[in-house]
């Protein structure tokens, strides 16, 4: 629903290319949009820099030399646990572009460690010196940033094409309004504020403002990830778990568990608590390992534990489609979503291309920022250009709906108060349970979207009173469409496949071999999109099976 804009904006700004989001793939693509000559604006909801899950931690990258042995060891290492719905044109395009860009970042200045043979490693970057020098590097190019300005809603033209955003300054209180011929959707992933590392500020808002522009999403059942952290912390880096036993209370060894198979970790603490020890690391291992990921010692040494000699209780916590592989759809090379003017980069974008079902933390997610945000922002640029002389004199309205129309005050009358803090408890108790959404099953789907269907409607029915709680209301509203989508999405697919375990359908089927878009607001729709390259797939599949 289209509604008019007021002008009531203490900033009111132009440009080419919006970039929402100050992460890798925002800021890469701000980046590339720049250097394509555009006029580049790039708000994000907390500081450019510093917020996120990358900036928060380590990460690895999917960065391969290109050695025509070593890239189809990278292809082929994920593609059976992705449930082969990976496109290898796309593994392709990805391995070139980061490979090319990681290096850049070398020109750039950031510090690569070497290997024992002195050669530069750059299959990893430590967050805050990575995303410390993108900031500075788009500064440099000219880029103008918002920082502590979430997005609210986007503006469309006449013609239906995405022209801008409106938001507020989180700390202000000041409303803005950025009007732009094209703009990048890079808002990172849905992990419904689990309190995961660097996850506070992913909770879809992309997704839904994209969706209100009327953008498809794609791969959304994949979107079950759970990272391993102690207890009593927020880390959710699972790399050295690797070297891990688990154990129950008593400190005998749970039959089966390990990093790679959380399944059984979920299945013992439906029933009581899981220990770690990370004992199998070896001596000279363990200094290696502070340097390379220091943050995931932080919490250990704070509480005055050794996780190399002493156990720890451990828990999982739900990453949704930060560590999943669903979002908004992208329809070519240009990473361009179903919406005229409307680009989708880095965990806001669907990774099922290139990791089809299932992926991890970094690594291949880290390439697609890299990748994705590159592409999108040279799109945007040149799409921009494309609309000629007269592209700054359109006309714009807003599509934001949920808890954004105020309407009149008789209407307002009738709308209760929002209890936004009740309504994020519901969504989570819905998504964070492993019965209900690590094992999934028809029931269990079909109950909880019960309930998430009706949170909408309460949304759909409810007013905020103060600019101050519309930013958390539509956060609200984000996770409630996210997990419908999700869940919507789980309960077309009827097998079990990369992360979604389905348990009344636990096999692979290959006649199921697709990708499912969906999309709507008050009605969620799902459908069956073929793979391109169906019949290459299904020969592999089919041996797999």
């Known amino acids: 629903m289209l509604k008019t804009l007021t002008t009531d904006f203490e900033l009111d700004l132009e440009s080419d290319v919006l970039v929402i989001g100050g992460g890798p793939a925002g800021t890469w693509a701000a ?124 503006l469309v033209d006449e013609d239906g094409a995405v022209a801008g955003a409106t938001g507020v300054n989180r700390q202000t209180g000041e409303k803005w309004i950025v009007r732009s011929q094209s703009t990048i959707i890079a808002t990172g992933g849905c992990a ?10 992913l909770t879809g808002d992309g997704y839904l403002m994209a969706a209100e522009a009327g953008a498809e999403m794609s791969g959304m059942e994949f979107s079950n990830a759970y990272g391993i952290s102690p207890a009593f912390s927020s880390v959710t880096k699972t790399l050295f778990y690797n070297w891990a036993t688990f154990t129950y209370e008593d400190g005998s060894v749970i039959p089966g568990a390990s990093s ?99 992926t991890g933390g970094g690594s291949h997610n880290a390439a697609w920022a890299i990748s994705s945000g590159y592409w999108s922002g040279k799109s945007a640029a040149e799409y921009s250009r494309s609309l000629g002389e007269h592209k700054t004199q359109r006309l714009v309205l807003g599509v934001g709906e949920v808890v954004l129309q105020s309407g009149s005050v008789a209407c307002r009358r009738r709308h209760r108060s929002l209890a936004t803090d009740e309504v994020i408890q519901a969504v989570q108790a819905e998504v964070f349970p492993y019965e209900k959404n690590y094992f999934r099953t028809e029931q269990g789907l079909t109950e909880s979207l019960g309930k998430l269907n009706h949170l ?12 101050k709680e519309l930013i958390r209301a539509r956060e609200a509203a984000a ?65 797999a099976v």
């Open 31 to 154: 980046w590339s949009a720049a250097s394509s000559g555009a006029r580049v604006i790039l708000v994000d909801k907390g500081y450019c820099g510093t917020t996120g899950c990358a900036a928060a931690s380590g990460n690895g990258v999917w960065y391969v030399p290109p050695d025509p042995e070593a890239r189809e060891t990278a292809k082929a290492s994920r593609e059976s646990l992705g449930g082969f719905l990976s496109d290898r044109n796309w593994m392709d395009r990805v391995l070139n572009q980061t490979y090319i860009n990681v290096n850049q970042l070398a020109k750039w200045g950031y510090p690569f460690p070497t290997d024992d043979e002195g050669k530069p490693y750059r299959r990893s970057l430590q967050g805050p010196e990575y995303m410390r020098l993108m900031r500075r590097q788009i500064q440099r190019a000219g880029v103008k940033i918002l920082d502590n300005s979430p997005a609210l809603e986007l």
């Open 192 to 201: 419904f504020l689990s309190k995961a590392l660097g996850c506070n500020v």
């Open 260 to 358: 790679h198979r959380r399944s059984v970790i979920a299945q013992t603490l439906l029933q009581q608590p899981v220990y770690a020890i990370i004992d199998k690391a070896a001596e000279s291992m363990r200094v290696s390992m502070r340097l390379a990921q220091p943050n995931f010692f932080l919490p250990f040494d704070r509480a005055g534990i050794d996780p190399f000699t002493q156990r720890f209780p451990v828990t999982l916590r739900l990453e949704g489609t930060v560590r999943g592989t669903g979002g908004i759809r992208i329809v070519d090379e240009s990473c361009s979503s179903s919406v005229r003017g409307l680009y989708a980069a880095g965990d806001a974008a669907t990774r099922e291309l290139i990791c089809g079902g299932f």
């Open 456 to 467: 909408w409607q309460e949304l759909r029915s409810s007013q905020v009173r103060s600019d």
């Open 479 to 543: 996770m409630v469409a996210t997990a419908r989508w999700m869940y919507s999405s789980a309960i077309e697919r009827k097998e079990s496949r990369g992360m979604h375990k389905h348990l009344d359908y636990p096999e692979l089927d290959a006649n199921q071999q697709h990708h499912l878009i969906s999309g709507g607001l008050d009605r969620v729709w799902v459908k069956v999109q073929p793979l391109e390259s169906t019949e290459k797939s299904l020969s592999k599949i089919g041996a």
